[in-house]
């Protein structure tokens, strides 16, 4: 069953949503003593261990959160697939407010939930989760990636994922018009949070005309006083006259309303999931002669950077040396999509399954 159809069978029956992207695995984790509420998915395992990071979020509804932590996880499958690493993909979700919930006692509780899956899935950082987080996580599981430097770990993965996204940016602006250089570019930014905000300093050090936009107002002020990028109001970001629309804030952005609005040429972004319904958008896209960067492949940087960690002896060289390959993959993806008259995502979800499909077979034999 493909990734648009999950919204079908949301009403169904919950092994209905888990089978529905093919999932190996979800797990629900509840403790009653520190209100945790968690769900790790587990997608595929083909490759290696689950890795993927914990977001914390205050969902509306449950289904809401598990319908996130299955997209997501479906995800880094892919992303890790088509970035050559041997991993498999996985994520979870924490339902909450992270501004107030977080305790000691309460990661440590959710590392040994991880703990408790043996090494099958693997965590790191996501949204509303930090490094000092992961630090809590890993006093009760190994399982657990995005350490500080000081202790071993990759650090913030952001700034890998911020570059490796420029790179993908850069490719695309390769292949739409003939060379790389964002010098006088017009490139909206929306979500200015830790990957959005390197991003805008590596944009705008090239030169390019940075537009950017969130829902925090510090953000905001603090971002365009350190890289000079203009301020613009959160619905406007979409009406912009841009040659480059870079989502990095939540998914589904791009959207029946929303792509209709866009008038750029190009999309590219670090957000997960940025089509709201991946086979309909990545047309729609297409139709209106805008390229798109297929998210999980551009943002792959910091899932390197987990990975580097994972594989142990963490180096930063290595971590930036692999992220640059996003820009051959990026150009090779959109290449065999305009010759195969595809979607860029389509195109790189079958270059995904096939490392999944080739890999997996090579383990079978003897
Ligand atoms: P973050 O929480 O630090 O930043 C997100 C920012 O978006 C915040 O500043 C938030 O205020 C803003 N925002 C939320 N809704 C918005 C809206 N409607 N309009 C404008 N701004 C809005 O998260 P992050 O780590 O920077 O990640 C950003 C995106 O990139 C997420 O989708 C995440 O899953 C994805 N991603 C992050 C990494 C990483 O290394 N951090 C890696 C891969 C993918």
């Given amino acids: 069953m493909e990734?648009?159809?999950?919204?079908?069978?949301?009403e169904s029956t919950l092994f209905g949503q888990v089978s529905a992207l093919g999932h190996e695995q979800v797990v629900f984790c509840h403790d009653q003593a520190t209100g945790l509420k968690a769900i790790i998915g587990i997608h595929n395992t083909v490759l290696g261990p689950a890795l993927g990071g914990t977001r914390m979020w205050n969902y509306a509804t449950e289904n809401e959160a598990l319908t996130d932590v299955l997209r997501l996880s479906?995800?880094?499958?892919?992303?890790a697939a088509i970035t050559g690493l041997n991993i498999g993909g996985g994520k979870a979700v924490i339902i909450g407010d992270a501004s107030t919930m977080k305790t000691e006692a309460f990661l440590r509780r959710f590392g040994k939930f991880i703990d408790s899956l043996g090494g099958k899935y693997w965590t790191a950082e996501d949204v509303n989760m930090k490094t000092r987080d992961m630090e809590f996580i890993g006093m009760e599981t190994r399982y657990v990636t995005g350490l500080p430097q000081t202790m071993g770990g990759g650090?913030?993965?952001?700034p890998v994922t911020a570059y490796g996204t420029y790179l993908g940016m850069k490719a695309t602006a390769k292949k739409v018009y003939g060379n790389d250089g964002l010098e006088g570019k017009k490139i909206g930014v929306q979500g200015v949070g830790q990957v959005g905000m390197y991003l805008v300093d590596h944009l705008t050090k090239e030169g390019a005309k940075v537009f950017i936009t969130d829902i925090s107002e510090e953000k905001l002020s603090a971002v365009a006083g350190e890289t000079g990028a203009?301020?613009?109001?959160?619905e406007d970001i979409y009406d912009l006259d841009m040659d480059i629309y870079a989502?990095?804030?939540l998914g589904a952005t791009l959207n029946d309303d929303t792509i209709s609005r866009l008038k750029c040429q190009i999309v590219a972004g670090a957000a997960n999931n940025q089509l709201a319904d991946e086979q309909k958008h990545g047309y729609m896209l297409m139709d209106k002669s805008i390229t798109y960067a297929p998210d999980f492949l551009i943002n792959a940087g910091g899932l390197i950077?987990?990975?580097e960690e994972y594989l142990g002896d963490y180096s930063e060289k290595r971590t930036y040396t692999m992220a640059e390959n996003i820009y051959s993959t990026c150009l090779e993806i959109l290449n065999t999509a305009e010759n195969d008259k595809t979607s860029s995502q389509e195109a790189a979800i079958k270059l995904a399954e096939k490392r999944i499909d080739d890999i997996g077979r090579l383990k079978l034999s003897r």
Avoid at 3 to 10: D, T
Avoid at 230 to 234: E, H, P, Q
């Fill in 3 to 10: 990734f648009n159809e999950l919204e079908k069978v949301k």
């Fill in 230 to 234: 203009k301020v613009v109001g959160m």
């Fill in 305 to 307: 950077n987990v990975y």
């Fill in 74 to 79: 479906r995800g880094m499958t892919y992303k």
């Fill in 247 to 249: 989502p990095c804030a």
């Fill in 155 to 158: 650090g913030d993965p952001s």
